[in-house]
């Protein structure tokens, strides 16, 4: 399988509304990060759905290495 691009080796802040469905950019090409703008076509990977269920701020993975996807768990520390 490729490799993703790495947008930036930090956590994207972003305020979740409860009830609504987000899709993280798995393949780090979108400029609308950190989610899709459709970029992965004719890639391997395909962006994965998230859906809030509190609205609160969610700190979405930017180097694309987390292990919790969608979201950010440290990995980039490692990178």
Not at 20 to 48: I, L, N, R, V
Request: aromatic share 12%; hydrophobic share 25%.
């Amino acid at each position: 399988m490729s490799q993703p691009d790495i947008p930036q080796k930090a956590p994207y802040p972003v305020d979740v509304t409860e009830g609504k469905k987000y899709f993280w950019c798995a393949c780090g090409k979108s400029a609308k990060q950190p989610f899709c703008d459709g970029s992965h076509e004719g890639t391997d990977f395909t962006p994965m759905a998230y859906a809030a269920t509190e609205t609160k701020t969610l700190y979405f993975c930017g180097c694309k290495s987390a292990k919790t996807s969608p979201l950010c768990d440290g990995s980039h520390n490692t990178l």
